[in-house]
């Protein structure tokens, strides 16, 4: 394979762990020269990609988080030094403890941060990240960090799925799909907490990459619209369907407000209005089913 076009190199800076004073060099993403060709976004504001036959997969996502290949301590590059100083030894003590949980998620797989990054890597470095933040003070904001990272976590099982799908492994599928929806409901969660966060003023949203993908931040309406497709999308495991309608009423009086949707004169323009207002179509005709569905049996 040495015919193979790079995607990646080791910068020439050292980056020092500061939780066991490891010094190692960061692999970075080389984006130029026709690697990345964008394609649409997702409903979950995911970038997609051309395939790209010259340079094979490339997975922008896997390189974002920076490990620590001997300790596994773990957070994106800008905040790698943010940790409490004080949670340091916790950190530390928590060795054996991350590498199982990685183990036991990907076994047979082999997951080392001394190689370069593939798909199964990058995945693991965003379990890693939502690990490694609960040890980050209030000030950096970790609540809404850990759940852009559970997002991106679940967006990375789905391919990881994907893929081990073809090669016919049926049980790695199924773990894969799993974690997959855990990553969505841990997503779901963390952002709920860091919107009751940021209006009690315990943790702030501005100033942070809101991402939720790394081609874009779409700030704090992005925010506000993926907390309310997460809402929807989890809304499945409510099985009482007057509480389902109150998930879809909120989900509705919320983006309606931030959008002006419902109220055509005032209606915000921007990159997300097309994908917001699909998104409260799609919930206003679930919640109407269920207002008919109720108001027949009232009937009857
Ligand atoms: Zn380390």
Redesign the pocket.
């Known amino acids: 394979m040495e015919d193979k076009k790079k995607i990646s190199f080791f910068s020439k800076n050292e980056t020092t762990?500061p939780?066991?004073n490891?010094s190692f060099k960061r692999e970075e993403m080389l984006t130029g020269r026709g690697r990345l060709i964008a394609k649409d976004i997702t409903p979950e504001l995911r970038r997609t990609y051309e395939e790209n036959t010259k340079f094979g997969e490339v997975h922008p996502l896997a390189y974002f988080i920076t490990v620590?290949p001997?300790?596994w301590?773990a957070s994106p590059q800008r905040d790698f030094n943010n940790i409490s100083p004080n949670n340091i030894d916790l950190v530390s003590n928590l060795i054996e403890y991350r590498r199982k949980i990685i183990q036991e998620i990907f076994a047979p797989i082999i997951i080392d941060f001394e190689q370069e990054r593939n798909l199964y890597s990058g995945a693991a470095s965003y379990i890693l990240s939502i690990s490694c933040y609960s040890f980050f003070p209030p000030k950096e904001s970790p609540t809404i960090k850990k759940g852009i990272s559970s997002l991106r976590a679940a967006w990375l099982f789905g391919d990881m799925a994907a893929k081990v799908l073809k090669e016919n492994k049926k049980e790695l599928y199924e773990r894969f799909l799993k974690i997959q929806e855990i990553m969505y409901e841990k997503a779901r969660n963390y952002y709920n907490s860091a919107y009751d966060l940021a209006l009690k003023g315990k943790e702030k949203l501005d100033g942070v990459d809101l991402g939720p993908d790394i081609d874009k931040n779409y700030g704090y309406d992005g925010f506000i619209y993926i907390m309310n497709y997460l809402n929807y999308k989890m809304s499945y495991k409510e099985e009482d369907i007057v509480k389902k309608a109150e998930i879809y009423r909120e989900i509705k009086k919320t983006i309606g407000k931030i959008f002006g949707i419902g109220k055509a004169s005032k209606e915000k323009p921007g990159p997300l209005l097309n994908i917001v207002r699909d998104l409260y179509d799609e919930v206003s005709s679930h919640l109407q089913e269920i207002e008919e569905s109720v108001n027949l049996e009232i009937e009857e």
């Open positions: 762990c939780v066991c490891y620590c001997a300790c301590y």
